[in-house]
């Protein structure tokens, strides 16, 4: 969890429960996907959402949430690899590169970046969280008095132990 983290409610427990389960079948139903894009991502996770909801194991709102809450991450997470595709594309300059090589290599990060663009550019609304809400492991700075908080797992964000405040960014 985090360095100020509590132990979570039994609530709060079955809503990590649900969002972990919620992201292991979205991976599974997209590992299954012929073609590896942002629509198929999105495909998955509808499809899973399904199959969980089908269970009935838990309510609209709940699967509403765990599903904003994995979104959110998952446009994170493009954002992140768009940041190290442009590193590497910086890092790997076609000289260093063979010709098939640099063929093979420009097209898997052709494909990839696309995907990844279209999954960071619709993370913009997403930027901020708030406490309560469940995030996978980083680094939150507190839009209120700048302190960190470290999540070391999937965990619900707490209060800032330094304001009290509520509201948060992503460090990176």
Do not use: W
Request: glycine share 6%; aromatic share 6%.
């Amino acid at each position: 969890m985090s360095e100020e983290q509590n132990t979570p409610t039994p609530e709060q427990k079955e809503e990590l429960d649900l969002y972990e389960r919620l992201a292991k079948e979205t991976r599974k139903a997209f590992e299954k996907a012929s073609k590896k894009s942002a629509e198929a991502l999105d495909e998955s996770l509808a499809f899973a959402r399904k199959e969980i909801d089908r269970a009935g194991e838990f309510s609209k709102e709940q699967l509403d949430k765990a599903e904003i809450f994995l979104k959110r991450d998952l446009e994170e997470t493009a954002g992140d690899f768009e940041r190290l595709g442009d590193k590497a594309s910086e890092l790997l300059h076609p000289s260093r590169l063979g010709a098939g090589l640099l063929d093979l290599s420009t097209q898997l990060l052709n494909n990839a970046s696309d995907a990844l663009k279209k999954l960071a550019s619709r993370a913009d609304s997403a930027r901020t969280y708030h406490s309560g809400e469940i995030t996978g492991p980083g680094t939150l700075v507190c839009k209120g008095c700048g302190k960190e908080i470290h999540l070391k797992a999937t965990g619900h964000i707490p209060p800032c132990s330094g304001c009290a405040k509520t509201e948060f960014s992503k460090k990176y």
